[in-house]
């Protein structure tokens, strides 16, 4: 209160002088909706900010500055998977009845999604993350069209014999940006959540959903115990070219993954560290997944997508067990850290093209 107890009246309009304030406003408020790693997530679902989002957004939009999406899975799959996540980590989420559902997953997503089909698609997915693996209902709708099935054989002595397949969805372009995702899931193993890869072309992305399928392939329990086999083969053959996995760390659902407590080395020459470390964060968003993952040290959420430099693939928090818990990594990925490092010092550097390029050159 204001000194001399008068309390003053709360303007009823925010004076903006021009469109570039609106553009601001606009983006500030984005950027607190859709932060993948925000400060104050209960801004993320708050019908304060749905609201005024989306008032902005209209405002943009008779202007003709906004460029809405035609559908939020396609036109803005970051910022959908950004709103799966949190709505995966309410834990009143089983509570609530379909309309209050409804209500929670319009002010998530605001302002990319409002027709009623997107919002239900929505609330399908969160349902079927928050089920026992065993009730999820089947997820081919979830990829979309399939362009390609991969099928492996599980073999598990005294078993009879069960299939793994490997779907990768259709490539799609995100309107307004020069950039594709793939989706791609890898059912009857596992790990069986959908994902999705992105790259600047349609190629790239399907590349590198097929990369990262079979990473997952790979790094499963199923594959390391020799359980997976090409139909018709008497051998485990599972020689597919894929990225090598490091930095999944031993929890009390997935117990065979190394335990980072025996990595730990306070010694560690502190620039080497730091280069590996600027390795780690500067590596590429290949794909994201509903939940955080927590730190096995500490519990802080940390992180829900996984980075890749084109070699090995690593969860996007692994730089923090580096930072804040001594944890060294093997000296087999520290030498290609370093090795890449070597290379991009010795590149010629070519400024040919800078020199002659125009303002709309393609």
């Given amino acids: 209160m204001p000194k001399g107890g008068v309390t003053r009246a709360m303007p009823k309009t925010l004076p903006i002088s021009d469109k570039y304030e609106l553009l601001a406003l606009y983006r500030a408020l984005w950027?607190?909706?859709?932060?993948?790693?925000?400060?104050?997530?209960?801004?993320?679902?708050?019908?304060?900010?749905?609201?005024?989002?989306?008032?902005?957004?209209?405002?943009?939009?008779?202007?003709?500055?906004?460029?809405?999406?035609?559908?939020?899975?396609?036109?803005?799959?970051r910022e959908w998977e950004i709103a799966l996540t949190r709505a995966c980590e309410t834990t009143q989420w089983a509570e609530w009845d379909h309309d209050t559902k409804v209500s929670y997953a319009r002010d998530l997503l605001a302002p990319v999604a409002s027709a009623a089909d997107h919002v239900e698609r929505f609330i399908g997915l969160v349902d079927a993350q928050q089920k026992r693996p065993d009730e999820a209902p089947p997820s081919d709708?979830?990829?979309?069209?399939?362009?390609?099935?991969?099928?492996?054989?599980?073999?598990?002595?005294?078993?009879?014999?069960?299939?793994?397949?490997?779907?990768?969805?259709?490539?799609?372009?995100?309107?307004?940006r020069v950039a594709y995702y793939c989706r791609f899931q890898v059912v009857g193993l596992s790990r069986n959540k959908v994902r999705a890869a992105y790259g600047v072309d349609a190629l790239q992305a399907l590349e590198l959903a097929m990369q990262m399928a079979m990473a997952v392939?790979?790094?499963?329990?199923?594959?390391?115990?020799?359980?997976?086999?090409?139909?018709?083969?008497?051998?485990?053959?599972?020689d597919t070219q894929s990225l090598r996995l490091i930095g999944y760390w031993r929890s009390d659902d997935e117990p065979e993954w190394p335990d980072p407590k025996d990595f730990v080395d306070q010694e560690w020459d502190e620039r080497e560290r730091d280069i590996v470390v600027s390795h780690l964060q500067d590596g590429r968003a290949v794909w994201a997944q509903c939940g955080l993952s927590p730190c096995r040290f500490c519990g802080k959420p940390?992180?829900?997508?996984?980075?890749?430099?084109?070699?090995?693939?690593?969860?996007?928090?692994?730089?923090?067990y580096l930072v804040e818990h001594g944890v060294r990594l093997p000296q087999e990925f520290v030498d290609h850290v370093n090795a890449q490092c070597d290379a991009l010092e010795q590149t010629r550097v070519d400024s040919t093209w800078w020199r002659r390029v125009t303002p709309r050159e393609g």
């Fill in 31 to 77: 950027e607190a909706k859709f932060n993948p790693h925000p400060t104050q997530r209960e801004l993320q679902g708050s019908p304060f900010v749905a609201n005024l989002i989306n008032q902005v957004a209209a405002m943009l939009d008779a202007e003709g500055l906004a460029i809405p999406g035609e559908t939020p899975a396609a036109a803005h799959p």
């Fill in 141 to 176: 709708d979830l990829l979309g069209d399939l362009l390609v099935v991969r099928e492996y054989d599980l073999k598990v002595p005294g078993e009879p014999d069960d299939g793994v397949q490997v779907r990768i969805g259709v490539p799609h372009s995100v309107p307004s």
């Fill in 217 to 238: 392939v790979r790094s499963s329990a199923e594959a390391r115990a020799g359980r997976l086999y090409f139909p018709g083969d008497s051998e485990p053959d599972l």
């Fill in 302 to 320: 940390n992180g829900s997508a996984e980075l890749s430099d084109g070699v090995y693939i690593w969860p996007e928090g692994l730089a923090h």
